[in-house]
């Protein structure tokens, strides 16, 4: 400081300032962390658990706290390969620790499963016949009709082979299924795979505006940073 005395005291000042600004920002407290504080009281918590994941030998996630709201929607970030998809099958097939047996979580990937022989039955009978409904006792056929002419499929498409199907529309039958378990949590790995630009904005509109998803989780992983 003694260097100081002998410059020009306006000039003095301004480096004076300027170091003590140095010195605040390095040496400034710590920000308080809000992370994971509950910002909606009014929704129901379906979901506040640590838990640790591995896959193969490997751990993706350790001690990693997952809070969950009814009604929210949320999204999965990471690179490619760090367990996204992995961790949403493991919600779904309940194989979290801490996770409430009785949360029911459906994961719904970018195409309905069309391999083998159920690929060639019609949509009306794929989806009345799906194990997971009947594993729910929600296989209820007038159900299923009601809620796939409900988001378009006419007569013509539900005699048509699942397999055929666009994806697009795979997408919308997957759905369907999704909403007769009463699921409520719905995983949807990459939906807007293969989907033509109307088919995403249906896929949107369906998920922000359908009453049916408006007191459900949607969990998200996709490239499409638009959707």
Sequence with gaps: WRYLEGVDGAWGEAVGRAFQGRLEKKHKPAALDTWGEDEDPELKTACDIEFSLAYGGKLLLHNTRLFLKCGRRYGICGKNGVGKTTLMRNIANGKIDGLDPELCAVFV??????????????????TATR????ARGKNDPEAALA???????????????VK???????????LVVAALMDADMCLLDEPTNHLSIGAVLWLTTELT?????????VVVVS?????
Excluded: C
Excluded at 209 to 217: A, G
């Design 109 to 126: 990937e970018s195409h309905a499963d069309d391999e083998g022989e159920e690929g060639e039955w019609p949509v009306a009978k794929w």
């Design 209 to 217: 505006t359908n009453p049916v998803w408006q007191e459900r989780i």
């Design 147 to 161: 809620l796939l002419r409900g988001v378009g499929f006419s007569d013509e498409l539900l005699e048509t082979p």
């Design 223 to 227: 490239h499409d940073r638009v959707f």
């Design 164 to 174: 055929s199907l666009s994806g697009g529309w795979r997408m919308k039958l997957s």
């Design 131 to 134: 194990p997971e409904l009947e």
